[in-house]
């Protein structure tokens, strides 16, 4: 079964520092994986996903992230952090947690605070 | 192109009340997903559909329950409220099953 971990629950970052948020994975076949970001009081918005291909993938927002099989990581950067990134932000990977191939299985979060 | 839609937005309910929290998508998804939130915990995969007349269990379905009657709608029913199911949820759609979700944006439901 499928599983994911990101690692802070809570990441805090001063304005044009860089952002880095980890996320592991587990899975039993090739996976693909995604960030989305969460706003308060609003669903889930995708920021980028990989697939197949070229490893490094660039999302919205200048937020890009590495699929790294050997290290079963897929973590998300930005390279200058804006007041307006603050939220909330989850790591998914294909399959549920239930073994199924008929959806994502998603990290707990973390929450990204910026500080001016 | 609304995307995803839901209803309500908020609700309360009082113990042992039903409802049923509505969600409609207009982009000819054949995949839909019901997903609750709590602080701290992610999201919890509660019912998903891949297409009109097939449902299955996710990972929290005790006391709920849906139905899947169109490509659009995925009604989620809560029978016999308990306080344990005051939560955010969340009604997603995608393409696949391993493809990207798209969310609506939520309701929000405080069982008292």
């Known amino acids: 079964a499928q599983s994911v971990t990101q690692l802070g629950s809570h990441v805090s970052v001063s304005e044009g520092a860089l952002v880095l948020l980890r996320c592991n994975y587990s899975s039993s076949v090739p996976p693909y994986l995604f960030w989305y970001v969460q706003y308060p009081n609003q669903g889930l918005q995708l920021l980028l996903k990989?697939?197949?291909?070229?490893?490094l993938v660039k999302g919205i927002n200048g937020f890009e992230a590495e699929f790294k099989k050997s290290e079963t990581s897929f973590h998300l950067t930005k390279p200058s952090a804006h007041m307006s990134d603050a939220a909330e932000y989850f790591c998914?990977?294909?399959?549920?947690?239930?073994?199924?191939?008929?959806?994502?299985?998603f990290g707990k979060g973390t929450h990204l605070i910026i500080q001016p | 192109n609304a995307g995803v839609t839901q209803t309500p937005k908020f609700r309360i309910l009082k113990i042992g009340q039903s409802m049923t929290l509505q969600c409609t998508q207009d982009m000819n998804h054949n995949y839909m997903y019901w997903y609750r939130q709590d602080p701290g915990m992610g999201l919890k995969l509660i019912y998903y559909?891949?297409?009109?007349?097939?449902?299955d269990k996710g990972e929290v379905p005790n006391g709920y329950n849906v139905s899947r009657s169109t490509t659009e709608d995925f009604p989620l029913r809560l029978e016999l409220a308990a306080p344990s199911q005051t939560s955010v949820y969340f009604c997603?759609?995608?393409?696949?099953?391993?493809?990207?979700?798209?969310f609506g944006p939520g309701t929000r439901l405080t069982v008292t």
């Open positions: 990989y697939t197949t291909g070229a490893t």
């Open positions: 998914a990977v294909s399959g549920w947690s239930g073994g199924g191939a008929d959806g994502l299985t």
């Open positions: 997603a759609s995608s393409l696949g099953g391993e493809r990207e979700q798209y």
């Open positions: 559909s891949v297409g009109a007349g097939i449902t």
